[in-house]
């Protein structure tokens, strides 16, 4: 099979170590890879295929020859570089938020919509919020079958997903805590060990940054603007692993053994025993998303309830970005 040169970009970041560790657990097929990030980062020595490969700093010239340039540095670099990397000739999967919502830019889970993959006019594919991407897994196909109309959802997200910084913190936070001493929060607005907060910014009525790409990545990915989502997302003390609690209102009644039925089959997708349930410390360090806790509710009417956990820095992240080159690089070849 022909080897591809891939760059990393953000390669020291929490989910860019885990590009570069997927990228050997995959067997992807990798002639030489390119690991960017800050200027700051120049030099680093990370772990890569049994040696060590030497960090770079990005900048416009750092894609010559590269075939898949995978993004995670943020929205800002992602803005500036991702167009750079597609004039170069690279397939870009960006996991920012720069180009989720750009029409000419797809929004892809591949168990979902892959097919959407197959057109852009920008070169860039996007990945969706990690929040979003285990939602879409878990409900697609309880969609397929019988439709949705609205989904409540609550998040309970681990601080890795606020990056390799965060982890730090909350680390060295809850033993100071412990000890009884005070922590100087910098990348949390509040304290976060042994506390749960809604850490980002508000946004539009009161809802805040994470809630409303819920809602409409969603809508985008499904191509369906009239389904109607109601977010509420949280940070918990987790250190990796998103949970979320999700009631789905379907077009027609669903039972529970009907959803057990199609989740059990479904790609990407663990269903849990009934006496077991979705933990994110179980599905940390897995590719999939872990489905449980169904019941029918007792409030909506075609309503159901799940817990869904999966691992915001593989399935939420750096997995879903290698599973789309996979499907599009290595299918073709
Ligand atoms: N964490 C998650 O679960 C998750 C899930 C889905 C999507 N994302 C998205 O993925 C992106 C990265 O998240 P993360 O959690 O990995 O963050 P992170 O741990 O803070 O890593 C950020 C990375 O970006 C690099 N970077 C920052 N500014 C740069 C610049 N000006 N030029 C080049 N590289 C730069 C950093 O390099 P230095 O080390 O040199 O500063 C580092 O490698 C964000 O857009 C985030 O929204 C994250």
Redesign the pocket.
Known sequence: MRRLRVAV??????????MLSLLEERRFPVSDVVP???????G?RLSFGGGEVE?R??GPGSFEGVELAL????????RE?CPVAAQAGALVVD????WRMDPQVPLVVPEANLAAARTRPKGIIA?P??ST?QMIVALDPIRRAAGISRIFVSTYQ?V???????IDELRVASERSLRGEEHAYQVFPGPMAFNVQADWKPAEGGYNEEELKMVNETRKIWGDPSIRVSPTTMRVPVLNG?TESIVVETTRKVTVAEARRLLSSAPGVVLCDEDRQPLPLAASGRDEVFVGRIREDLAVDNGLCLVVAAD??RK??ATNAIQIAEKLLLAAA
């Open positions: 970009v953000g390669a020291t970041g929490a989910v860019g170590r885990q960017l990030a800050s200027a700051q980062s120049a680093k960090v700093a990005l993004f995670s540095a943020g929205a800002s670099v992602s570089f996991n920012s938020s720069a990945n919020n990690c991407i681990a890795s997903g606020k990056g390799a910084r965060a998103h915001n820095l939420g992240a």
